[in-house]
């Protein structure tokens, strides 16, 4: 089986290759057995669509590639990225099947933290999997202050081999960072590494949304690490590229150039909430998977790419993802037991999920323009908007641990959703989905 998903993210070409090997030792439990290896590949800025309809798109110039997954599984131009956008982000989200307020990292490629005396701090994204951050905290933090499940846990449980290549926090990010992570602090390996590295008024017109700590808890971006968490978070105008300086001696922003810039060096700045970054393509081909080609008919974002790739293998992982198995793609008899007796309950409810929790579902959109409008008006509508968005945010906590345990229940446990369940939970989401909405209208007039 092979699963690809193009993140379209500013940034380097990563290409990550995850393996499963074929040998006795490794025990998939897929449909009849068929799936021997998984070849999982991320791209970084590679376009499904045509940027100019008269130059090809990037996947029109792979043709085999591109034909292989059209021909033998299913390719989905309605696919979506987290927020915000970025390529760390991504590749973590897709990696775990949470979003960054689960695996620590919910601002990429870097994120600001406060240190214990109240100035700011930055980090990088991109460190190994099992990091210290520069807040003291893992660098892939989960809701309980812990480490983050890693990703080939199912898959090493099982027997299985896993390696990887040049994808987000599975491999040697930084050196000397990670050296001193995986090998230890004055090991022979770190010691060396050290030494060879030691021998050698615009702001309107660039913010064009703006969320505070309680709409970034919606949109999943605040984790267990309080020092991570921003006051404001700016979704730029997509015209200009942004980057944290620190360069010697630290300039703090003191001149508008030091932190805000158009980058020569980048053709296209492609935003942090904009269709161009949030909408990407998913491909999956292999056993199991319907012969589909280009089938864009369902909403799914990067936390669908990791239950959906298990549930085909017959794996489990020991948490419950925040994404959900997308049985539209699968063959009948690879189904996992609980969503084939009653796929049309599990479908229906899992689509209105979608749309209530993912970071670009309907809500996560239309909060966050209430969200920017509130906080560049008065102190009164401002003040207002925060005493309706605490209970919104309970609201859709309360909802969304419901359903998608119920999810998890059909596509791991054997538990098929009733449909006195999709009416019950499914009306409630998108009763407050379509309340949001009107908020994100009236704020708008």
């Known amino acids: 089986m092979k699963a690809f998903s193009g993140a379209t993210a500013l940034g380097l070409l990563l290409l990550g290759v995850t393996t ?6 490794c025990q998939l439990n897929s449909s009849g057995g068929k799936v021997k290896r998984v070849v999982n590949i991320v791209f970084d800025n590679v376009h499904l669509r045509r940027d100019n309809p008269n130059v090809p798109s990037h996947m029109e110039q ?32 897709a990696l775990t099947g949470v979003y960054g307020d689960r695996n620590g990292i919910p601002v990429a490629n870097s994120y600001g933290y406060f240190k214990p005396d109240g100035s700011v701090g930055f980090n990088s994204s991109f460190l190994y999997w099992t990091a210290v951050a520069a807040d003291g905290k893992p660098q892939m933090l989960d809701e309980f202050g812990k480490t983050a499940p890693a990703p080939w846990v199912a898959y090493t449980r099982a027997g299985c081999d896993v390696g990887a290549f040049s994808v987000a926090n599975i491999e040697f990010e930084r050196l000397p960072d990670d050296m001193t992570t995986f090998y230890g602090a004055g090991s022979t390996v770190d010691t060396a590494v050290r030494g060879e590295l030691a021998s050698s008024d615009p702001a309107t017109q660039l ?14 971006m605040l984790t267990a690490s309080p020092a991570r968490a921003p006051t404001l978070t700016m979704f730029g105008n997509d015209n200009y590229f942004f980057e944290t300086v620190s360069k010697p001696p630290a300039t703090a922003c003191q001149q508008q150039s030091d932190c805000v810039f158009v980058g020569p060096s980048f053709a296209w700045n492609h935003g942090d909430y904009q269709q161009e970054i ?51 793609w699968m063959q009948p008899q690879a189904l996992p037991s609980g969503i084939a007796k009653a796929q049309a309950n599990f479908t229906e409810l899992a689509t209105v999920f979608k749309q209530l929790d993912a970071p670009v579902g309907d809500l996560g959109r239309a909060s966050l323009v209430w969200a920017n409008k509130s906080i560049t008006g008065t102190n009164q509508t401002y003040l207002a908007y925060l005493k309706q968005m605490d209970g919104i945010i309970q609201q859709r906590q309360d909802l969304a641990f419901k359903i998608k345990n119920t999810l998890h229940a ?22 407050l989905i379509n309340k949001v909405n009107t908020l994100a209208e009236g704020a708008s007039n």
């Open 62 to 93: 792979m043709p085999n590639l591109f034909n292989f997954l059209h021909d033998n599984g299913v390719i989905s131009g309605n696919h979506h990225d987290p927020l915000i956008s970025h390529t760390a982000h991504d590749i973590d989200t």
């Open 207 to 220: 913010s064009q949304l703006l969320a505070d700590r309680a709409e970034m808890k919606l949109l999943h």
């Open 278 to 328: 949030t909408r990407t393509w998913v491909a999956i081909a292999g056993p199991g998977v319907q012969r589909l080609g280009r089938d864009d008919a369902v909403f799914t974002d990067h936390a669908d790419v990791r239950p959906t790739i298990v549930a085909l293998l017959g794996l489990k992982d020991d948490y419950v993802h925040e994404g959900r198995v997308v049985a539209e």
């Open 410 to 431: 059909a596509a791991f446990a054997g538990q098929p959703v009733d449909l006195g369940t999709v009416d019950s939970l499914g009306n409630q989401a998108q009763d």
């Open 20 to 25: 499963q090997s074929a040998s006795a030792a």
